[in-house]
């Protein structure tokens, strides 16, 4: 589904301060498959998630998704696959204070227009499937961190992506809601989705649930089980 070919990522390309986060990635991601991308801080592991999720561009090599190749397409149209394609949490959650759990469920899918009625139908019931529905009209800033990964786990499939991608995402739990998390990821894993996450957590890599473990060192990668 996904192809990466000769990746490289340089961040301050041609300062004194030049840096490669990745460095020649060659790798394809199939579908329906749960892939975790394990390695040390500054392995690259989160630059190779922003790259494989149309969150950044590689300085040289190509993307293809779905037999297409997107490397050099406009960013309205990068815009448009992020947002049918993939389903982002990011580590740190990411969601807008001062709005209730519904209300940042419902933000990504404003974009693409749709009925508002059914929009919101749809952010309820990821809730309660989620057994959030009785804190769905709370400030997010008033939700313990479970509560608020669950959030942020309802509002990456908002849209019904395709692809979910999570960003360290048992980092800041500790774990029982690591556990959680995991149940929450079979479940997806078993609705049929692609799922790829990056994490430097046993519990996660050692999990079940992850069928395959991409290792990565120094911006490349130095194993593949």
Known sequence: MIELSGIRKAFNQGRH???WALNGIDLTIPSQQV????????SGKTTLLTVVGCLARPTAGRVRLEDRDISGLP???LTQIRRRTFGFIFQQFNLIRGMSALENVMLPAYPLG???RALKQRAEFLLDSLQLSHRRTARVEWLSGGEQQRVAI?????NDPKVLV?????????????KGFLDILETLAAEGRTVLL?????????????????????GRIVGDL
């Open 154 to 158: 309802a509002r990456a499939l908002i």
């Open 75 to 77: 960013e309205r149209f």
């Open 166 to 178: 999570a960003d360290e995402p048992t980092a800041n739990l500790d774990t029982a809601l690591s």
């Open 35 to 42: 892939t975790a991308f394990f390695g040390p801080s500054g």
């Open 114 to 116: 749709g009925e508002w």
């Open 17 to 19: 301060n030049e840096y």
């Open 198 to 218: 990056s994490s430097h957590d046993p519990m996660v890599i050692e999990s079940s649930v992850v069928q395959r473990v991409v290792k990565l060192r120094d």
